[in-house]
């Protein structure tokens, strides 16, 4: 079975500065698609990035990009130059070739944003 | 345009009772994805169409559970005789196909209430 951890419940980070949420998976696929998305309080989930398994390039997208290490089966998320408006809860989630491309989601981590 | 839309937004509902959910999703998307999001979890996959194709329900929780895409855009999903865990907030997610890349649009979700 394929299982998403996130081993940070909270997470807080002073206004401006880098945050990393962690993010560790576990699946025998070899193809697989990885998300992070952002759930602000109007509860609307967000693609924040996705990284392609067969990629080794990590995913950047503006001030958001991914660590992503294959063989740990990590895909950690970093947040330069936190705004305000990035406080919200972050889900990291794994997609399967094989599992009809269900995600399959981490409990999500709260990132609180200090001012 | 517009995005995906749920209503209602937020329901109240006595044990027993059946209540039904409504999807409107992206115009010209062809699959639709419903989850469930209980407090401090992670989404649960309950239930995904395809176009024309058979649903795949496999994450249903219970034959108390189903769900119906009229004309191949918008969607129900009803729980019949609710108990207090399906309290929940019920995501609708659309896509403009199967698989990835393509991303997942998510409507702002219902949040229902058993008492």
């Known amino acids: 079975a394929q299982t998403v951890t996130q081993s940070q419940p909270e997470m807080s980070v002073q206004e401006a500065e880098t945050v990393t949420l962690s993010c560790t998976y576990d699946?025998?696929?070899?193809?697989?698609?990885l998300f992070w998305y952002k759930q602000p309080p109007s509860r609307q989930m967000i693609l924040v990035i996705r990284q392609e398994a067969y990629k080794q390039q990590n995913a950047t997208e503006n001030r958001f990009s991914v660590n992503f290490q294959k063989a740990a089966k990590s895909f950690s998320l970093k947040i330069s130059d936190s705004q305000l408006g990035d406080a919200a809860m972050y889900f990291c989630?794994?997609?399967?070739?094989?599992?009809?491309?269900?995600?399959?989601w981490g409990a999500g981590t709260k990132l609180i944003i200090k001012p | 345009g517009a995005g995906v839309s749920q209503s209602p937004s937020n329901k109240v509902t006595e044990k027993g009772k059946d209540v039904e959910l409504r999807c409107d999703p992206i115009s010209g998307h062809t699959a639709l994805y419903w989850y469930r999001q209980s407090l401090g979890q992670g989404l649960e996959f309950l239930i995904y169409f395809q176009g024309n194709s058979a649903p795949d329900k496999s994450g249903l929780p219970s034959d108390r559970f189903s769900a119906e895409r009229t004309g191949g855009s918008v969607s129900t999903l009803t729980i019949q005789r609710t108990q207090q865990e399906d309290s929940a907030v019920y995501l609708c997610a659309s896509s403009f196909s199967r698989g990835f890349p393509y991303e997942q649009y998510f409507g702002p979700g219902t949040r229902l209430t058993v008492t």
């Open positions: 989630a794994i997609g399967l070739m094989d599992s009809n491309y269900q995600l399959i």
């Open positions: 699946t025998s696929e070899s193809d697989y698609y």
